[in-house]
């Protein structure tokens, strides 16, 4: 089996120069690549046991959401407490309509901005997932590896890049890149 570019023609006259890739060729490389990445292991683990600590913290982003939330509960509060005024005693119905849009405006917005925080807490979440798995997986992985392993290809490894002048270089999931 071969990889190559998946750009390499789309466009007729001016193809990708990177080569194509046999797949033992990679399957070797990672294992170069791993075991450069495994003689730092421990300097390694600190970096991302740091990393760990100080980027993918969400308490900030939980505060905001739970401000936002808080706001949502007062402008819902504000809505239901128009409703029942409008249902018990005469209003001007131009006036109580221009109101409540306003307040429905901004719970809306104040809901977009919630749901924001709530997907950057969610890829914080992920990104500390896979980060810890990183590290546990370098724990464990003690000794050099001989051969490819698929469970550290895909534990460990976050993408690769091929150059044109067949360089290999393998970004892992702490954010580091080896060339092998």
Same mark, same amino acid.
Not at 49 to 55: D, G, R, S, V, Y
Not at 69 to 78: H, I
């Given at each position: 089996m071969i990889w190559r570019c998946n750009q390499k023609y789309i466009t007729p006259d001016k193809k990708c120069s990177t080569p194509y890739l046999d797949e033992n060729q990679i399957k070797s490389r990672f294992t170069i690549a791993v075991?450069?990445?495994?003689?730092?292991? $421990?300097? +390694? $683990?600190e970096a991302c =046991?740091?990393?760990?600590?100080?980027?993918l913290d969400t308490?900030?982003?939980?505060?905001?959401?739970? =401000?936002?939330?808080?706001?949502?509960?007062?402008?819902?509060?504000?809505m239901q407490q128009m409703i029942q005024q409008n249902a018990t005693m005469p209003l001007d119905q131009n006036l109580y309509r221009i109101r409540y849009d306003e307040i429905?405006?901004?719970f809306n917005e104040t809901e977009a901005?919630?749901?924001? &925080?709530?997907? =950057? $807490?969610?890829? +914080?979440?992920?990104?500390? +997932? &896979?980060? =810890?798995?990183?590290?546990?997986?370098?724990k464990t992985q003690n000794t050099k590896v001989t051969e490819f392993n698929e469970n550290l290809w895909y534990c460990l490894l976050d993408? $690769?890049? &091929?150059?044109s002048s067949g360089k290999l270089v393998f970004r892992f999931k702490n954010d580091s890149e080896i060339e092998a």
């Open positions: 075991n450069k990445l495994l003689n730092g292991s $421990i300097g +390694v $683990i =046991e740091e990393a760990l600590a100080k980027n308490s900030a982003l939980e505060q905001k959401r739970k =401000e936002l939330l808080m706001e949502m509960t007062k402008l819902n509060d504000a429905c405006q901004k901005k919630k749901n924001i &925080a709530d997907k =950057e $807490i969610q890829s +914080v979440h992920d990104r500390r +997932v &896979a980060m =810890e798995q990183f590290i546990k997986n370098l993408y $690769i890049t &091929a150059y």
